[in-house]
């Protein structure tokens, strides 16, 4: 049986619409539907990797790009402040869809440790 797309590949392939404020040959950045601050963008790989437990070695100069686009995003948001960044990792670490995302979270006070 063919593997069911993810909703994050659809929005990859414009079958869904997403608010995308990053877009490159590697990756792609878009406003999380239900944005838990007032800055919430989640930066994903264009290769569907399902999260971080299955990186491989061949993966190292992508996930360092993708941070680097995650501080350029905290920049164009102004977060001077500090901002945070959450990876879920499979179902315990509360991962929902199966497509390696970064949150980027900012613009207010964010409390810890998380729940
Ligand atoms: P996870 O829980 O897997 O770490 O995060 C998944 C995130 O994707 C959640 O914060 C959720 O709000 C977001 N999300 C789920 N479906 C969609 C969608 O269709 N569009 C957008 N923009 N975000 C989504």
């Given amino acids: 049986m063919a593997e069911q797309k993810t909703i994050f590949a659809r929005i990859i392939d414009r079958e869904i619409p ?3 404020v990053h877009e490159d ?3 792609l950045a878009f ?3 239900n944005p838990q601050a007032p800055v919430h963008v989640l930066v994903i ?3 569907p990797i399902v999260s971080l437990a299955e990186i491989t070695a061949e993966d190292t100069e992508l996930i360092g790009h993708l941070f680097q686009v995650v501080r350029q995003l905290a920049e164009q948001h102004n ?9 879920n990792t499979g179902d315990e670490g509360g991962q929902t869809v ?7 979270l900012g613009g207010r006070s964010l409390s810890w440790p998380p729940g």
Avoid at 79 to 87: D, K, P, V, Y
Avoid at 99 to 104: A, F, R, V
């Fill in 31 to 33: 406003n999380d539907v």
């Fill in 18 to 20: 997403a608010e995308i």
């Fill in 25 to 27: 040959d590697l990756c």
């Fill in 45 to 47: 790989p264009k290769k």
């Fill in 98 to 104: 199966p497509h390696l995302h970064i949150h980027l």
């Fill in 79 to 87: 977060l001077q402040g500090g901002f945070r960044t959450i990876i």
